[in-house]
Structures are given as C-alpha cells and as structure tokens.
C-alpha cells in the first residue's frame, strides 16, 4: 500500500511538471503570423423605386377660404378749433388734427377681417383689429371702432370713430353722446381710398371701392 501511495505522489508530481512545461512553452513561443483576411461577399444589388403614387383630389373647402378683395382709406380731417381763448370748439381752424384710417379684407367664405386707426394730435387714439365670421352683422357692416376722446365736454362717456364699408362706401362716424362732435360723419371717396380684387390666377389687380362694398 505504501509502494502504489509513492508511485501516485511521484505519476502526479511528473504529470504536474509536464503541464507546467508545457504551459512555460505555450507562453514563451513566438506567436505565428496573422493569417490573411476572408475575402467580403458582395454586396446584393439594390431594388428599383416604385412609382409615385397619383396625388389626391383637393378637400371640398380647399378654395373655400382666402382672400377675394380689401379696400383701404384713409383720410385727415380738421373738426375743432382752438379759439381765441384757447378754448377747444367744434370748428375748424386750419389745422388738420384728426387721421382716420380703416382696411378691410373680405373672405371667399364671407369672413371680414378689418384694422381700423385713430390719431389725434399728437398722441391720442389707437387701432383696433377685428375679424368677423360671415352671417354675423360685423361682417355684413365690416364694422370696427377705436375710442378716441376730444377735449370738448367732460361728460365721463368714452367718445370713438365707428367706421363701416356697406352700400359701396366707407363711412366714419363720431359717436358720444353729450359730446358736440357726436354725430359727425365722414365718407371716404376713391381719391382718399384703394380697391384690390385677387384674381384667379393669384394676382391683386385694381377695383372700384363700390364694387368691394356692396
């Protein structure tokens, strides 16, 4: 028993230093060259493009909404005076203080759109934009109105210039009641005034103001 236990020790023992050798000589040996490399597949070709598709027929409301025509006037009046006394009086006195300006854009689907302007002397007035669904009186009158106060009557009303494009002309009217001024109306003629139709091929031309405001 004692024979066959020397005999496992030792077959183990050489057994270890023959791997180990080997191992040793795996490590220490000269690497080999690297091989060449596989030749690449070729690529397959690629496939034609099919044919575009025919475009789709317009929506029922693709022409329905854009911009037939406008119209643009504007105008400087003189509506008061400064008197002798420095007072301020309905009247004139050579002095054009009041700028009046209103455009107006009618829809293919009867939308209005309009922008109307007020200036008083240097400083008083504003604008207003305003855009009116068709069927609605705003449209039917092309209606806009900006609040401007002249230094006439302390009446604590808020006084404006109310301006409509009906009948083929555009009208500015004062509105404040208990002003002297209220009342005061003003028509636009073509000299102070532009018409523009869109034509079918995409293209402003000229118009007569009647013909956009009826």
């Known amino acids: 028993m004692e024979l066959m236990t020397q005999i496992h020790k030792r077959y183990s ?8 050798a080997l191992l ?15 030749e690449m597949g070729e690529m397959g070709e690629r496939g034609e493009m099919g044919e575009k598709g025919d475009m789709g027929e317009p929506g029922k409301d693709a022409d329905s909404y854009r ?11 003189d509506v008061i005076a400064v008197a002798d006394d420095d007072s301020i009086q309905v009247g004139e006195d050579g002095v054009k203080e009041t700028g009046l300006r209103a455009t107006m854009t009618n829809y293919s689907n009867g939308d209005v759109e309009v922008t109307c302007l007020v200036a008083i002397g240097s400083g008083a007035g504003g604008s207003v ?5 068709a069927g609605t009186s705003g449209a039917d009158n092309r209606a806009c109105g900006v609040i401007a106060e002249y230094p006439l009557a302390d009446d604590g009303n ?22 002297p001024l209220n009342g005061k109306t003003y028509d ?27």
């Open 158 to 179: 808020a006084g404006s210039w109310r301006f409509r494009g009906v009948g083929g002309k555009m009208q500015a009217q004062y509105a404040d009641t208990g002003n």
């Open 129 to 133: 934009s305003a855009y009116h669904i």
């Open 13 to 20: 023992i050489n057994c270890l230093a023959l791997t180990a």
């Open 188 to 214: 636009f003629t073509e000299d102070n005034c532009i018409g523009k139709v869109l034509g079918d091929d995409g293209k402003w031309s000229d118009a007569d103001l009647a013909d956009i405001l009826n």
């Open 24 to 38: 040793i000589g795996c490590i220490e040996g000269d690497r080999g060259e690297k091989g060449e490399p596989g």
């Open 67 to 77: 911009p037939s025509s406008l119209a643009e006037c504007s105008a400087t009046l």
